[in-house]
């Protein structure tokens, strides 16, 4: 199974290579995994925010509690969730699959409207937590396409999202950082890669019912 | 690449066929995948819950807004969040890092010290979202996994936890159901099987900086 050699070949990389870099093809690769999540009623909550800029890279360190990895990576993907999943947002969805699937104006609006009522019932802080929910079900993908690429990847919740948001003017997109992923090829001095991975075994993870 | 062909592969099946069930080896390979998920800290705050039986698959139909899916796949995978992710879960978990690296007892006490202090510094709430973050990496990796063994499934939200930490006596456990992913083989009259996935573009979905 390549994938759990995939996934056994993974490890969050403390240190990247810095002069090392992604080609645009492989992170084409990487964003088009993300891209093919799946999300909660297929509405794709999130925006992919890809910081290569080195200055802005070094910028995003102090806000990443001194992490040095968003330095030192060859790019950031920060994934940012929407934060105007509203019935507009939804009603464009809808069309949009419409179109895509070649159906009739408005074959969909029945299911915009249940769409709509689902979401709308949650307030603002149940629809981010909704939305960022999401968002780690990409950051899954991304992680998985780097490691069938060989490329070294770091998942990171230790950020200031409001710094974020401010220094990647995510605000005015309606934009809001969830998760950070660096991506590149790890420092050959990167002790951590040479830890052994730790799992509980399965048997001690699951019930069988 | 392999994985987006897996990843375009793949969709929410609607409708399971209920007399095709998925082997052990099969089983056992995807939850693999699962436990393999990077998760905050590596602490694993979830486990899975793998219900075949099937008068309990279909007695969480009425609890899955009757949604047929749980009856009808071969397994559901409940992905249940650890309710009890405090100092003895963290210290636990750093003791087993210890052993699994052969590390002395004790040398990774001042790492589970800050652990503690950032995961006891989110309230119960908090904590919960979380655990329930983490879960959705896993579910990832599930879903990649039934892809690449050409397994389909289908991620579900739509259900009363509740009830299902009820039916399935989570909380004895301390256990939370968060996601859901019942997974088995299509139906051949699946209608969403021929369906066009639909993405937005990639270059609308990615800000580059």
Redesign the interface.
Do not use: C, W
């Given at each position: 199974?390549?994938?759990?050699e995939?996934?056994?070949w993974?490890y969050?990389a403390k240190k990247f290579d810095p002069s090392k870099s992604v080609s645009p093809g492989d992170l084409?690769?990487i964003?088009?995994?993300g891209?093919?999540?799946?999300t909660?009623y297929?509405l794709?909550p999130?925006?992919?925010?890809?910081?290569?800029?080195p200055d802005?890279r070094q910028q995003l360190v102090p806000f990443s509690y001194n992490q040095p990895q968003p330095g030192q990576a060859s790019h950031v993907i920060v994934i940012a969730v929407n934060t105007n999943v509203d019935a507009d947002f939804i009603k464009a969805s809808a069309t949009?699959?419409e179109q895509?699937?070649g159906l009739e104006d408005g074959q969909l609006d029945g299911y915009a409207k249940q769409m709509i009522g689902a979401i709308t019932s949650m307030d603002e802080e149940q629809r981010l937590?909704w939305a960022?929910?999401?968002s780690?079900?990409?950051?899954?993908?991304l992680?998985?396409?780097c490691a069938?690429?060989k490329i070294d990847s770091c998942?990171m919740?230790g950020f200031v999202p409001a710094e974020y948001n401010r220094l990647?003017d995510l605000e005015s997109?309606n934009l809001h950082a969830s998760?950070v992923l660096p991506i590149g090829y790890r420092a050959e001095d990167d002790e951590q890669q040479n830890?052994?991975?730790?799992?509980?075994p399965?048997k001690e993870?699951?019930?069988?019912?």
């Open positions: 199974m390549d994938i759990i995939s996934l056994q993974r969050a084409k690769t964003l088009e995994a891209n093919l999540a799946a909660s297929g794709q999130f925006q992919f925010v890809v910081v290569s800029d802005l949009y699959t895509v699937r937590i960022q929910k999401q780690y079900i990409v950051l899954a993908n992680m998985t396409a069938a690429l998942p919740e990647l997109k998760v830890f052994t991975k730790v799992r509980r399965l993870m699951t019930h069988y019912l």
